[in-house]
């Protein structure tokens, strides 16, 4: 507990927003700013094993024969000028962003801190996933998008 904890008998209650989706409504807590920065460092970390089975099983069929735009190199695939291997790691690093928004969630019951994105799917198709990590990221960051249209 900080002294300004203290002081003022302050918990993590008052670090919790509320929203609305589809009429439910959720609380998440409102990270510190070393504890978003950490989250951040978290979701550019990607494993190298991971990538490398993703995009594996992403090029299998394009690289076993000659196709027009196709580029094979020695640890990727350029598709019409466009790396397979950046897009898989943007594709994990979204899966990684949406993991660790959800886990700002305050659930219920239980736990949610070793949530894993696989749940996470099961549960929440993509467009779902997407709202709601809109809807956390505007609890969390109020005026953020305005910020970003500038």
Do not use: C, W
């Not at 094979?72 to 594709?91: A, C, L, M, P």
């Not at 886990?103 to 894993?116: M, S």
């Not at 198709?125 to 998008?145: A, D, F, R, V, W």
């Amino acid at each position: 507990m900080t002294r300004l904890s203290k002081a003022f008998n302050l918990s993590n209650s008052i670090r919790t927003k509320s929203f609305e989706l589809a009429g439910h409504t959720f609380k998440v807590i409102v990270p510190l700013t070393s504890e978003l920065d950490a989250m951040f460092a978290r979701i550019l970390e990607v494993d190298n094993k991971e990538v490398e089975l993703r995009l594996k099983k992403m090029t299998e069929a394009l690289t076993k024969e000659k196709i027009d735009g196709v580029e094979v190199t020695k640890d990727d695939v350029i598709v019409n000028g466009t790396s397979t291997k950046e897009t898989v790691i943007s594709v994990l690093q979204m899966e990684k962003k949406i993991t660790e928004y959800v886990r700002l969630l305050v659930p219920e019951d239980g736990e949610i801190n070793d949530l894993t994105y696989e749940e996470i799917e099961q549960e929440f198709p993509l467009q779902i996933q997407l709202e709601l990590i809109e809807k956390i990221t505007e609890s969390i960051q109020p005026g953020y998008k305005d910020a970003r249209k500038n």
